[in-house]
């Protein structure tokens, strides 16, 4: 059976989390180099490791893991290599994306599709990037409205696996499971929030004493004439 280029897929990344890689899938995943950039086609490492195990995607998707990266999946395949689909990009070195703080607006986007929560900030906030945790995905690059962020060449002329290591590649891995608990969890924690505001909105407008329109007819008067009983006890 031929192998066939993946289209590009615009899914829901698999939650690797709640579902494990195994077996061919999981020595797959294990050379691929986590940038999470879904380049290859698909929303995440994980996901690109399962459709080639399911001979659904060819060995050659992957413009981060480079010529290396395509002999690496067919030692393990026992596919052929075959030179990187130039649909999918191109092998290029290790790049670290930067914030223009003068014209960062803080309008949190590239905060939501960065994969490995390497972007920092808040709402109308300045946002910057933690060195350490991007994987040069370029998702950032063009959800941002004012074009502040560009990328920098800090792997020189090394390109491909070249320029990556197995302990980036683990720890891109890591954080990017971290950040899909997150999103997983991130519907619970806003209900509960929710709730917890109207629990306190229903607890503060049971302390409030109710305005005088609201009293039973009947309260009312009573409370009328004691108040008129006060009176009196006072002139005299």
């Not at 959800?143 to 302990?167: F, Q, R």
């Amino acid at each position: 059976m031929p192998e066939q280029h993946a289209p590009t897929n615009n899914n829901t990344p698999v939650d690797t989390a709640a579902k494990p890689l195994e077996g061919l899938a999981a020595l797959i995943d294990a050379a691929l180099p986590q940038t999470q950039c879904t380049r290859c086609g698909y929303p995440d490492c994980a996901a690109y490791a399962r459709a080639i195990a399911a001979n659904e995607a060819a060995i050659n998707q992957c413009p981060p893991g480079g010529e290396e990266g395509i002999v690496r999946l067919a030692a393990i395949t026992g596919r052929s290599a075959t030179a990187l689909n130039p649909d999918n990009g191109f092998e290029g070195p290790l790049t670290l994306a930067v914030i223009d703080e003068n014209w960062c607006i803080g309008c949190t986007l590239c905060l939501k599709v960065c994969p490995t929560d390497a972007i920092i900030g808040a709402n109308k906030r300045m946002h910057t990037v933690i060195a350490e945790h991007c994987t040069g995905c370029e998702l950032c690059i063009p959800v941002c409205p004012v074009d502040c962020i560009s990328l920098d060449n800090i792997s020189g002329s090394s390109t491909g696996w070249a320029a990556w290591s197995e302990p980036l590649a683990h720890h891109a891995r890591s954080r990017y499971l971290d950040h899909l608990t997150r999103q997983r969890h991130a519907p619970a924690v806003a209900a509960n929030a929710q709730a917890a505001a109207t629990a306190a909105q229903s607890l503060a407008e049971a302390a409030a004493p109710a305005a005088p329109s609201a009293l039973d007819p009947k309260k009312a008067m009573i409370a009328a004439a004691m108040a008129r009983a006060r009176a009196q006890r006072g002139q005299s």
